[in-house]
């Protein structure tokens, strides 16, 4: 071996040596190739999915309009139970005449000759009826259940819009969670590319690496810090989305709690499970199945209209300021009509009620299809987003173990800041890829729960 080579081996030893001193010092705190870093402190008020779930259950828009939705349907409800009792009617008058009218009787032999008084120039009359519909109370049951099934409609629909919010929420706070553990993990490439670059520096001005290895270390780094920055964008436009859909202002100070632990187990053992419990707990199953009934009752109180309508009805009158009226009379009986003829009205209000009746029948078989394929697309999702969550897992293992050879060869002049550089991005990527495929596992599961009809957190069930 010359004398050249001895020395140019003996710098490249002081040169590397020397690098490697300062990277761990750089990363005394964390080593490279190690685990993702922990979650950053919170900027605001951490809180739990039920927690975000039960803000948003009271504060949402779609939420409380929902609510007050059921709240007219039960006032319309409330209006018709109403027909069934009697009503009490009441009319009155009051009449002033040009003048009184009075009828001479003209009678013999009696002087003067002597005036009746018909009717005073002032007159009033009072009337109070209670009127008991008979043949009508069958159309106002029809009209009642239809309103009480109206009720239970917009019931079911507040329990699908509190759902919807529910699954929202969820799905942004998960979506928050994972920007905000790839904005870690980007802080944690950048991190290791500033030691990266350090160590090239360092070597470079050794005379060991050429300048194209610190530049290609400079561009990662610039690179990472970009993609960090982008990151921390991602984090704030997903705080405001999550403090938006739970009704709070988007500039509200919340976090989300960190995850921790394994994600849960799917909650359908099978794609056949995910089926069958969809079409038996999907709340709109339940609110078509209703609306058929209202359709039917609907056709039925068309129906009732072809019945004469016949009322019972009582009456006191008081008149005042005429003879030949009683002043105070009474009478209870019957009142009864029928439109015998009406050029079809009638008929076509029943045409048109079965008409929707068999709309809502078609209605119903197409929404058990589309439920089903809904259920199934959400199980298949959810299993390929385990799958791919044990792939990534096992992926960032590798990744993290070709950073440590790289390294390690690197420091033995073995291998280029290129290779290095490389297995930092390879690393970042799988770090990043777990992440991914973490986060899109638990809103896939939970897209499961909803398509499946399983009660989502703080979500009460429909009555």
């Known amino acids: 071996m010359s004398r050249r080579t001895v020395r140019y081996a003996g710098a490249c030893a002081f040169a590397l040596a020397a690098a490697f001193v300062s990277e761990r010092r750089a990363l005394a705190e964390e080593p490279p190739g190690a685990a993702a870093p922990t979650t950053p402190p919170s900027t605001g008020r951490v809180m739990s999915l039920d927690e975000c779930v039960s803000v948003a259950m009271r504060n949402n828009p779609d939420a409380r309009t929902s609510e007050s939705e059921l709240d007219g349907q039960k006032a319309e409800r409330s209006g018709t139970s109403g027909a069934f009792a009697p009503k009490l009617h009441v009319d009155a008058a009051v009449q002033q005449w040009n003048g009184a009218f009075n009828l001479p009787f003209a009678l013999p032999g009696v002087s003067p000759v002597p005036v009746f008084?018909?009717?005073?120039?002032?007159?009033?009359?009072?009337?109070?009826?209670?009127?008991?519909?008979?043949?009508?109370?069958?159309?106002?049951?029809?009209?009642?259940?239809?309103?009480?099934?109206?009720?239970?409609i917009a019931a079911i629909q507040s329990a699908v819009a509190r759902r919807d919010v529910a699954f929202r929420v969820a799905e942004s706070y998960f979506e928050l969670l994972e920007a905000a553990r790839l904005a870690e993990v980007a802080a944690s490439s950048v991190k290791q590319l500033e030691a990266q670059e350090k160590q090239a520096q360092s070597l470079l001005t050794n005379g060991v690496i050429g300048k194209n290895d610190l530049l290609r270390a400079s561009l990662a780094l610039a690179?990472?810090?970009?993609?960090?920055?982008?990151?921390?964008?991602?984090?704030?436009?997903?705080?405001?989305?999550?403090?938006?859909?739970?009704?709070?202002?988007?500039?509200?100070?919340?976090?989300?709690?960190?995850?921790?632990?394994?994600?849960?187990?799917s909650p359908e053992p099978s794609i056949d499970s995910a089926e069958a419990h969809a079409v038996a707990q999907r709340l709109e199953v339940r609110a078509i199945d209703r609306r058929i009934e209202q359709a039917d009752r609907s056709k039925s109180f068309a129906k009732k209209k072809l019945l004469p309508q016949i009322n019972l009805v009582g009456n006191y009158t008081h008149f005042d300021g005429s003879a030949f009226q009683q002043a105070d009379a009474a009478y209870v009986g019957f009142v009864g009509s029928w439109d015998v003829w009406d050029w079809g009205t009638t008929l076509s209000g029943i045409a048109t009620a079965d008409a929707k009746l068999h709309q809502a029948q078609i209605a119903r078989s197409k929404l058990d299809d589309e439920i089903r394929f809904e259920a199934r697309q959400a199980f298949v999702q959810s299993t390929t987003a385990r799958e791919a969550l044990d792939v990534a897992r096992a992926g960032v293992v590798q990744a993290e173990e070709n950073y440590r050879i790289v390294q390690r060869r690197f420091e033995n002049a073995t291998s280029t800041s290129f290779d290095l550089v490389d297995a930092e991005a390879l690393l970042t990527q799988s770090r990043a890829e777990v992440e991914n495929a973490l986060y899109g596992y638990l809103i896939a599961r939970i897209a499961l729960q909803r398509a499946t009809g399983t009660p989502l957190p703080s979500v009460r069930p429909a009555s």
């Open 117 to 152: 008084a018909v009717r005073n120039s002032f007159t009033w009359t009072a009337s109070v009826s209670l009127i008991q519909p008979i043949t009508p109370l069958l159309a106002i049951y029809d009209q009642y259940k239809v309103q009480d099934l109206g009720v239970d």
């Open 223 to 265: 690179t990472a810090r970009q993609r960090l920055i982008q990151t921390k964008g991602n984090v704030a436009i997903g705080r405001s989305r999550l403090a938006t859909i739970m009704g709070m202002t988007p500039g509200s100070p919340i976090d989300a709690a960190p995850f921790a632990g394994d994600p849960p187990s």
